[in-house]
Structure formats: structure tokens, C-alpha cells
């Protein structure tokens, strides 16, 4: 469909833009050590909404969907990046997706070559 402004001609597109986030994440610690995890979500005016754990060897952590309160509903706030630390390696990772992703499912290794930590993606939800 066509419109026209001042004389310019306007294009208007029927397709949305699919959203493409990711609500919550797991992460499972297949290292030696304990892990220090850290996820960061950020809402639409760029705040950041925390969420802080250790995660023991072996044992798997489930960080939940963030809302924020925009008065007469709620507005998920997608999750961005993962910070883990063993104590001695730091890893960022900054999140992406395709789709909107329920629960994304990531296992912490040390690569063995050079020691440092390793995010590999499980499973989506």
C-alpha cells in the first residue's frame, strides 16, 4: 500500500518484525570450581534488572523471567548478558535470539587448552 506526503511517496509494510529475546536462562556448572553467576536484563529505557547466584559443581541454576510494572499491565524484560566467574577466568556473554526463547539452557566448561571458561548453548524453551 502507497501514501504520499508532501508530494513523497510512502511505503507501508503489513510485516512486523518478529521480537527476538530471550525471558530466562539456566546455566549448568560442568567446571572444578564453583561459579559466581550474574544475568542482566534490561528494559526498554535500557535499567537493568539483576540476577545473582553461585552455582555449586554439578548443580544447575534457573534464573527466572523478569517483569517490569508499567502500571495497568507488565512488560517482560528480556535477558541481555551472563557474567560468570570462577574466581580466577571472567566470561561476558551478551545474549541474542531469533525468537522469543522461554528458557535458554547453557553449560559452563573450562577449556582445556588454555583454561579459561566456556558458554555453550544446551537447549531452548
Do not use: C
Not at 530471550?22 to 540476577?51: G, M, Y
Not at 559452563?108 to 587448552?113: G, K, L, P, S
Amino acid at each position: 500500500r502507497q501514501a504520499e506526503y508532501m508530494g513523497t511517496k510512502l511505503e507501508h509494510s503489513t510485516h512486523m518484525r518478529t521480537p527476538q529475546y530471550i525471558k530466562a536462562v539456566s546455566v549448568t556448572n560442568n567446571t572444578p570450581s564453583p561459579l559466581t553467576v550474574t544475568v542482566i536484563h534490561k528494559d526498554l529505557e535500557r535499567n537493568e534488572f539483576l540476577q545473582k547466584a553461585t552455582v555449586q559443581i554439578g548443580q544447575t541454576h534457573h534464573f527466572d523471567e523478569q517483569e517490569a510494572d508499567m502500571g495497568t499491565w507488565r512488560a517482560v524484560v528480556p535477558a541481555e548478558v551472563v557474567l560468570i566467574s570462577d574466581g580466577v577466568n571472567n566470561l561476558e556473554e551478551v545474549l541474542s535470539a531469533s525468537e522469543i526463547i522461554a528458557r535458554a539452557t547453557f553449560n559452563v566448561t573450562v577449556d582445556e587448552t588454555n583454561g579459561k571458561l566456556l558458554l555453550t548453548s544446551a537447549a531452548s524453551e
